[in-house]
């Protein structure tokens, strides 16, 4: 199986990319000497545009937007090393490869977002990486520096600012969502340990007869000792339980083949680091209530986040399978929930208390003249934009 998966398009090493001409996101054709700053090839929509303006901006390059928005060219900068290593939206600075063009190429999926752990948990509403990447640099995030994400979701945040050297104190309200979170940052501490309990957890799967391989499934993870171990092999079974429920797939075999997928994974955030030289900046994920901070005052250096779309998705209805299998009860968890308790105009303004009770800590807690970014999306509820 290992030999299937080392055939993936986003496996490919950077020494090949020249066969990948025909996936867009890695074109590697020849260009012009003369162009100094080369975006990537998905970059397409304004805000994209906007946001790589930004990016040379405050990270002090002079440049001339040139081609009908399309081209940059390089006036003056001081360091193209720093541009090299930070940098989301570009891949080539005089001609060589940003580290995040190099990063991308680490993906185990059909889609450019989902490269290294990423993809791992089908959780929707995810932010886009390469957005998060460009933000973190905007708001002037150094490396050794903090950034907290009060609703970190699927972990998009942890995982860009840990490749940039960025410390990230991750938030959620839903523990589902600090597993998954946890998983995609603390899992390549402990991949050796992982394959140490892989065979163990495998023969599990033998025991099909009358669904006995789940019992004994469950009883084998909890038996692992370390706890970073342990939740990877927790995500595993939800994405396979998440697959059956969602796709109506064999849980064995999903279970089976996502474990192979996860490994190889984290294998390439642990290859990427290496090769890039990265230091990685240190996570700290946990169950908490963004009305009810548990940080001190002004100890923060930036903020990026995204609040619950809950008006528009119920989290706590959408990841019932997880969750129950994890086993919470829905009832009681749905109360601690912002924006999914009450009905009509009382949902709406128990949303808008919860979110005014959240911006006043996140601005607790942000030190002086630094930057907080809030994402909102449109959602239309009760027939109207709110």
Same mark, same amino acid.
């Given at each position: 199986?290992?030999?299937?998966?080392?055939?993936?398009?986003?496996?490919?090493?950077?020494?090949?990319?020249?066969?990948?001409?025909?996936?867009?996101?890695?074109?590697?054709?020849?260009?012009?000497?003369?162009?100094?700053?080369?975006?990537?090839?998905?970059?397409?929509?304004?805000?994209?545009?906007?946001?790589?303006?930004?990016?040379?901006?405050?990270?002090?390059?002079?440049?001339?937007?040139?081609?009908?928005?399309?081209?940059?060219?390089?006036?003056?900068?001081?360091?193209?090393?720093?541009?090299?290593?930070?940098?989301?939206?570009?891949?080539?600075?005089?001609?060589?490869?940003?580290?995040?063009?190099?990063?991308?190429?680490?993906?185990?999926?059909?889609?450019?977002?989902?490269?290294?752990?990423?993809?791992?948990?089908?959780?929707?509403?995810?932010?886009?990486?390469?957005?998060?990447?460009?933000?973190?640099?905007?708001?002037?995030?150094?490396?050794?520096?903090?950034?907290?994400?009060?609703?970190?979701?699927?972990?998009?945040?942890?995982?860009?600012?840990?490749?940039?050297?960025?410390?990230?104190?991750?938030?959620?309200?839903?523990?589902?969502?600090?597993?998954?979170?946890?998983?995609?940052?603390?899992?390549?501490?402990?991949?050796?340990?992982?394959?140490?309990?892989?065979?163990?957890?495998?023969? %599990?799967? =033998?025991?099909?007869?009358?669904?006995?391989?789940? /019992?004994? @499934?469950?009883?084998? !993870?909890? +038996?692992?000792? #370390?706890?970073?171990?342990?939740?990877?092999?927790?995500?595993?079974?939800?994405?396979?339980?998440?697959?059956?429920? %969602?796709? =109506?797939?064999?849980?064995?075999?999903?279970?089976? /083949?996502? @474990?192979?997928?996860? !490994?190889? +994974?984290?294998? #390439?955030?642990?290859?990427?680091?290496?090769?890039?030289?990265?230091?990685?900046?240190?996570?700290?994920?946990?169950?908490?209530?963004?009305?009810?901070?548990?940080?001190?005052?002004?100890?923060?250096?930036?903020?990026?986040?995204?609040?619950?779309?809950?008006?528009?998705?119920?989290?706590?209805?959408?990841?019932?399978?997880?969750?129950?299998?994890?086993?919470?009860?829905?009832?009681?968890?749905?109360?601690?929930?912002?924006?999914?308790?009450?009905?009509?105009?009382?949902?709406?303004?128990?949303?808008?208390?919860?979110?005014?009770?959240?911006?006043?800590?996140?601005?607790?807690?942000?030190?002086?003249?630094?930057?907080?970014?809030?994402?909102?999306?449109?959602?239309?509820?009760?027939?109207?934009?709110?």
């Amino acid at each position: 199986m290992t030999d299937g998966i080392e055939n993936f398009k986003g496996k490919r090493m950077l020494e090949r990319a020249e066969e990948l001409d025909a996936f867009w996101a890695y074109s590697t054709e020849q260009l012009p000497e003369d162009k100094q700053l080369v975006l990537l090839d998905n970059v397409q929509f304004i805000y994209e545009l906007a946001l790589a303006q930004l990016e040379l901006q405050f990270l002090g390059v002079r440049f001339e937007v040139t081609n009908g928005l399309r081209e940059f060219r390089l006036i003056e900068t001081q360091d193209e090393e720093k541009l090299r290593k930070k940098l989301a939206y570009f891949k080539l600075i005089k001609g060589k490869y940003t580290d995040y063009f190099r990063i991308i190429q680490k993906n185990r999926t059909r889609s450019v977002n989902q490269y290294l752990t990423h993809w791992i948990y089908p959780y929707k509403g995810k932010f886009h990486p390469q957005m998060i990447r460009a933000l973190l640099n905007i708001i002037g995030l150094e490396q050794g520096d903090t950034v907290l994400d009060p609703f970190i979701g699927s972990g998009t945040t942890a995982v860009e600012a840990q490749l940039l050297g960025i410390n990230c104190v991750g938030i959620d309200i839903s523990p589902l969502c600090v597993l998954q979170s946890k998983v995609k940052v603390e899992a390549i501490d402990v991949l050796q340990e992982i394959m140490e309990w892989k065979e163990e957890i495998t023969n %599990r799967m =033998g025991l099909t007869l009358f669904n006995l391989e789940n /019992k004994s @499934l469950d009883e084998t !993870i909890e +038996s692992i000792p #370390d706890e970073k171990m342990k939740d990877f092999y927790k995500i595993a079974k939800l994405v396979a339980i998440s697959d059956e429920a %969602r796709r =109506g797939r064999d849980f064995s075999k999903a279970f089976l /083949k996502n @474990l192979e997928l996860m !490994i190889a +994974s984290v294998k #390439d955030y642990i290859d990427i680091k290496k090769e890039l030289n990265l230091y990685l900046g240190k996570m700290d994920i946990k169950v908490g209530d963004s009305r009810r901070l548990p940080l001190e005052t002004e100890s923060i250096d930036g903020i990026i986040t995204s609040p619950p779309y809950s008006i528009a998705l119920d989290y706590v209805a959408n990841d019932a399978h997880a969750l129950k299998a994890l086993g919470y009860g829905l009832a009681e968890i749905r109360e601690e929930f912002i924006g999914v308790r009450g009905k009509g105009q009382v949902k709406i303004n128990l949303y808008n208390e919860d979110m005014k009770k959240s911006l006043k800590e996140m601005f607790r807690v942000l030190k002086p003249n630094k930057y907080a970014v809030i994402v909102i999306g449109n959602a239309t509820y009760l027939g109207g934009m709110q």
